[in-house]
């Protein structure tokens, strides 16, 4: 059976996920290998999601460190599994965002595919959505249909949940084409205000949120933000939601504990969710979470109490970890373009028509 392997570097820049999958009617996990993203190499590539001197030059030298950290991950990974190169059909990488802007007409992701080929001595697929892009689309999200192969249910509206540093639905309903958006931020404020805060990572399991009290008035204004008013198709990254964005309204508010912000911030996450899933699927049966979001408890139990008519879970409960779909999902991208079959979703980005995704590096 075909194994296709899926790097992964999602925008809250903690880390490489590399999945191992097979492939035929089906797709089956079969290993995981996750590495840290160095600090330097984070700092880098999160100055090159804005504008900044000497850029090109800084982008292809952080491109090339990040090839060869993933490089390394697939050699721990084939190693574990005691596989060659040559069992493997093709590697999907996703690269590293730095940009996505669709109304200008570009979306840039760190990823020398011809590198990793050379050092891995795999077929490497890259660039899945530049095609999307091309056709008129939003170029983002691409998961939804990896979301519909894997979790549609006949007799079941579902919908799939992705928190990584940004948050994306797909709508999975009963004789409807999947319907998928981003709906805002997932983690990328929480982590970039405990960061300033605190000098950590991410929030655990949003204890430090837990201890805040969310302030209305801040909330309401973060909702005003035009993104908030707009239907799909839309996608959205740093380049809206970062901290100066965050900045701008707190000078317009009274002072608030860091705490509060917190709070607020995952309330935020919380309800623009929620919103978005209510105004485009009247009613959801199954509410599957998926990515980093999944495993913050504190923001698990404000979806659930702000959907009592929906079952909540990680996908986890559904036999697929929760940090691996979308590494899996880029496998499964990979399978697509080698077999011709289109990926992208025109109810999803947008896009003028069906389309097969990818840039093929022979081995």
Not at 93 to 116: D, K, Y
Not at 145 to 152: N, R, S, Y
């Amino acid at each position: 059976m075909p194994l296709y392997l899926g790097v992964m570097s999602g925008t809250s820049l903690d880390g490489l996920d590399i999945a191992l999958i097979q492939q035929d009617h089906s797709t089956s996990l079969l290993g995981t290998r996750y590495l840290p993203m160095p600090t330097a190499l984070r700092s880098e590539l999160l100055a090159l999601c804005s504008p900044g001197p000497d850029e090109l030059a800084r982008a292809a030298i952080a491109e090339q460190q990040w090839t060869r950290l993933a490089a390394q991950g697939i050699a721990d990974l084939l190693q574990q599994h005691e596989l060659t190169p040559q069992a493997i059909r093709a590697i999907g990488s996703h690269g590293q965002t730095v940009r996505h802007e669709p109304a200008r007409g570009f979306t840039i992701q760190i990823s020398n595919a011809a590198l990793l080929a050379e050092l891995t001595g795999i077929c490497v697929i890259s660039d899945f959505r530049r095609r999307d892009l091309a056709a008129g689309g939003q170029g983002a999200p691409l998961v939804p249909a990896f979301h519909e192969a894997l979790f549609a249910r006949a007799q079941s509206r579902r919908a799939i949940l992705n928190i990584g540093g940004f948050s994306n639905l797909s709508l999975l309903e009963i004789d409807k084409p999947v319907h998928g958006f981003d709906c805002g931020p997932g983690n990328a404020l929480l982590d970039a205000w405990i960061h300033r805060h605190k000098g950590a990572d991410y929030d655990q399991d949003g204890q430090w949120a837990a201890t805040g009290q969310v302030q209305p008035e801040l909330l309401k204004a973060l909702l005003g933000d035009a993104f908030f008013q707009t239907q799909g198709p839309k996608s959205t990254g740093r380049e809206l939601f970062n901290l100066p964005w965050l900045d701008l309204h707190l000078t317009a508010l009274p002072r608030y504990a860091a705490e509060d912000v917190q709070a607020t911030l995952l309330e935020l996450t919380a309800q623009s969710v929620v919103a978005a899933l209510q105004a485009a699927q009247q009613h959801t049966d199954e509410l599957l979470v998926c990515g980093g979001g999944a495993r913050n408890l504190t923001l698990m139990q404000r979806l659930s109490a702000l959907l009592p008519n929906s079952r909540v879970s990680s996908t986890d409960a559904h036999g697929v970890p929760a940090d691996w779909v979308e590494a899996m999902a880029f496998a499964w991208l990979a399978h697509c373009c080698l077999e011709g079959i289109p990926a992208n979703r025109p109810s999803v980005t947008g896009a003028q028509g069906l389309r097969i995704l990818g840039a093929i590096y022979p081995a």
